[in-house]
């Protein structure tokens, strides 16, 4: 019992050291248990220098992903694989008319002949077309094979006899660009089957010429042909086009304006996340890389409400 008692008996002065040890300790306690001690400040993710800090990482992995892009080189598109095809965006349909013709041990010699064996559009043949490489004595031949054609073409008249007879001329139905018919664009030198069918193609996708500047644009249409087309046919009535607001349409709506591409969609649709709406069209100058001297025709199809 003695043994026990000298561990507990401590003198008035050890015991009041002991309670106030013990009252320190609850305080600090309390002080713990209450006391929030979280950062209170928080960053506001939508303030400029975020924005401006994550648009930068935007722009850099946009750089990176451009870079990583395999590059294109010339080739021969007889010898286009399912792969390289697929790479080229032409559809497992494309690929197969073009396989299948040479199963039969053909070669297509020019772009026109490839395009009519896989029958790819006018926008992807203008894209990978640039790319062709054809051998040195298939594009002499074809440029001899042109020639001989432009000067058969130019004989515009028939010898009968010992006289020349003029070919009989199609009596134009409309003079006004956007009624005129196929058989009214070949009355113009230089203007076939070929072209008068792509412009009338042209046209319908873009509902119709609002700029005597458009025509240009159809694939294959020399300058010249073009002038002489626009010294008979006249915008003399605009098309009614249906335009889309731009602060809501969809994505894949805005990919519809022949004049965008997936890029610049991206970008139309990054800038009016940024400002929430558009107040005026004309914002769409103020993104980063857009194709001002495009603007008065990308506008035709587009407009802020």
């Not at 515009?156 to 009596?171: L, M, V």
């Not at 009624?179 to 070949?186: C, G, H, T, W, Y």
């Not at 591409?261 to 991206?266: A, G, Q, R, S």
């Amino acid at each position: 019992m003695k043994l026990l008692k000298s561990h507990f008996w401590y003198n008035k002065s050890q015991r009041n050291g002991i309670f106030l040890l013990v009252i320190i300790i609850l305080i600090f306690q309390a002080i713990i248990f209450f006391t929030d001690f979280s950062s209170e400040g928080k960053i506001d993710m939508n303030s400029p220098e975020v924005v401006a800090f994550r648009n930068q990482i935007d722009s850099l992995k946009r750089i990176e992903l451009e870079h990583r892009k395999p590059k294109r080189y010339p080739f021969n598109p007889n010898y286009i694989t399912d792969y390289k095809g697929e790479q080229l965006g032409m559809s497992l349909n494309e690929i197969d008319r073009l396989l299948t013709f040479r199963k039969t041990n053909k070669f297509v010699n020019s772009k026109e002949e490839f395009q009519k064996v896989t029958k790819v559009s006018d926008t992807l043949l203008n894209k990978i077309a640039p790319y062709f490489k054809f051998p040195d004595w298939v594009v002499e031949r074809n440029r001899n094979q042109q020639s001989s054609i432009n000067t058969i073409t130019s004989k515009t008249k028939k010898y009968r006899g010992n006289s020349y007879h003029n070919t009989p001329k199609h009596i134009i139905t409309s003079t006004d660009i956007n009624k005129a018919s196929q058989e009214d664009f070949k009355t113009i030198y230089g203007v076939g089957e070929k072209l008068s069918e792509r412009i009338i193609k042209y046209r319908s996708k873009l509902q119709g010429f609002s700029l005597n500047s458009q025509l240009f644009e159809v694939w294959g249409l020399k300058k010249d042909v073009a002038e002489k087309v626009l010294k008979t046919f006249k915008i003399i009535e605009k098309p009614i086009i249906k335009k889309e607001n731009v602060n809501i349409v969809t994505f894949r709506q805005l990919l519809k304006n022949p004049y965008i591409d997936y890029e610049l969609c991206k970008k139309i649709f990054d800038y009016r996340d940024q400002v929430a709406e558009l107040q005026d069209i004309k914002e769409l100058i103020n993104i980063e890389g857009f194709p001002v001297d495009k603007y008065d025709r990308i506008v035709l199809y587009l407009v802020a409400e």
